[in-house]
């Protein structure tokens, strides 16, 4: 159980998970980056296989190595992905798009990038959380997005995840990524109640 008043702390970690990755994109790129979180739900894990769909995506995981312990997931597209990198690498020589999948420079920015989101929306919950959060070292994945969600919670069936749905402004064009959260909610309720509000 959870005291109603605390719900707006989603709401907080929500945004304050996004604007510190907003805020990391901006120092790393040199340019103007936003992320709005649209949506907040509470799904069922074996819905969120659905949700997600059989749609090849990349995929950026970190395991959450403290409370709330758990996974978050990163989703975004193969062209968006590109639109990113290509962001972060300007005209460095080597930076041409590569048409035949993902050259190396795409790649390595791309990993970047994930370590800047994932760290960035780690470092946002604990300052709502009042604590540190340590994380593993991101995994980056492409395949079919229910097979992610497989991979990381395939055995949570009885259990809900907190959704964000979210998207990331940046270079002038709109760039969708969603973030799902897979906390274990009681050690997340546990921190929340020793919040003040």
């Given amino acids: 159980m959870i005291d109603i008043r605390k719900l707006g702390l989603f709401n907080k970690m929500a945004k ?16 103007e980056t936003e992320m709005e979180i649209t949506k907040i739900n509470f799904i069922d894990i074996p819905d969120i296989r659905a949700h997600v769909g059989d749609e090849k995506q990349i995929g950026i995981s970190i395991e959450m190595v403290e409370q709330p312990y758990g996974y978050i997931l990163f989703l975004f597209n193969a062209r968006d992905a590109k639109e990113l ?18 050259s190396d420079m795409e790649r390595s920015a791309i990993q970047e990038i994930g370590n ?6 780690i470092d946002g919950w604990a ?21 992610m969600v497989d991979e990381l919670v395939g055995d949570r069936d009885d259990e809900m995840a907190l959704m964000f749905d979210s998207r990331v402004h940046a270079l002038e064009s709109d760039i969708d ?8 909610l009681r050690e997340l309720v546990e921190l929340m109640q020793q919040i003040e509000v």
């Fill in 177 to 184: 990524v969603t973030v799902y959260t897979f906390p274990e």
């Fill in 85 to 102: 990198a290509h962001g972060m690498m300007g005209g460095m020589a080597g930076a041409e798009a590569s048409e035949d999948g993902f």
């Fill in 116 to 121: 800047i989101m994932t760290s960035g929306f």
């Fill in 127 to 147: 300052n709502v959380l009042n604590t540190t959060i340590d994380m593993s070292t991101p995994t980056f994945t492409y395949g079919p997005g229910s097979s």
């Fill in 16 to 31: 304050e998970g996004g604007n510190t990755v907003a805020d990391h994109l901006s120092q790393m790129t040199g340019m």
